[in-house]
T-cell receptor
Framework: GDSVTQMEGPVTLSEEAFLTINCTYT??????LFWYVQYPGEGLQLLLK?????DKGSNKGFEATYRKETTSFHLEKGSVQVSDSAVYFC?????????FGKGNQVVVIP | DVKVTQSSRYLVKRTGEKVFLECVQD?????MFWYRQDPGLGLRLIYF???????EKGDIPEGYSVSREKKERFSLILESASTNQTSMYLC??????????????FGPGTRLTVT
């Protein structure tokens, strides 16, 4: 079935560092792909999305490109801030539902 | 803006109690979902509903039931709460596929503790 795999473990980095979170997927067809963010004590918010191959989603300085050839949708940000500390989830649209990865905790140190 | 609200942010219940978690959305979305979120396990889908009075089991429906009597409201019911149901519960809603790109909008979550 449809599934999403995110890199293992939390990510700790310094302010202004470059952030990458890997996401790969398994699905039939060409699903829409999403990144959600969860700030402490809150529900999930949509961060960005891409609906077809080679689309680039972007928001708040974050970017991700839908790569069909590598079945990937890696999240990147060039210069992180302390306020970017959160949990990030990759997801794909399957059969009338979303399949989520397990999430990555990102901690940005001043 | 889409708004999804959940009846409680924090809830403490005793083992064996019947527990109701309520979710309301204000954007006329067809689909509504209940997830639980646990450390190291991510989000797991419990039940979802694509229309009034319609429901489908998700990945972990055991010990739970749901009710959708009105389009804007989706309730999660723990018939007899157990300690292994201590978790964060998240409600979400979305348009049906042919009406949009299907992103889900989430409520703030209910942290349930069963003692």
């Amino acid at each position: 079935g449809d599934s999403v795999t995110q890199m293992e473990g939390p990510v700790t980095l310094s302010e202004e560092a470059f952030l990458t979170i890997n996401c790969t997927y398994t699905a039939t067809g060409y699903p829409s792909l999403f990144w959600y963010v969860q700030y402490p004590g809150e529900g999930l918010q949509l961060l960005l999305k891409a609906t077809k191959a080679d689309d680039k989603g972007s928001n708040k300085g974050f970017e991700a490109t839908y790569r069909k050839e590598t079945t990937s949708f890696h999240l990147e940000k060039g210069s992180v801030q302390v306020s970017d500390s959160a949990v990030y989830f990759c997801a794909l649209r399957g059969n009338n539902r979303l399949a989520f990865g397990k999430g990555n905790q990102v901690v940005v140190i001043p | 803006d889409v708004k999804v609200t959940q009846s409680s942010r924090y809830l403490v219940k005793r083992t064996g109690e019947k527990v109701f978690l309520e979710c309301v959305q204000d954007m006329d979305h067809e689909n509504m979902f209940w997830y639980r979120q646990d450390p190291g396990l991510g989000l797991r889908l419990i039940y979802f509903s694509y229309d009034v009075k319609m429901k489908e089991k998700g990945d972990i429906p055991e010990g739970y039931s749901v009710s959708r009597e009105k389009k804007e409201r989706f309730s999660l019911i723990l018939e007899s709460a157990s300690t292994n149901q201590t978790s964060m519960y998240l409600c979400a809603s979305s348009l049906i596929v042919y009406r949009g790109t299907y992103e889900q909008y989430f409520g703030p979550g209910t942290r349930l503790t069963v003692t």
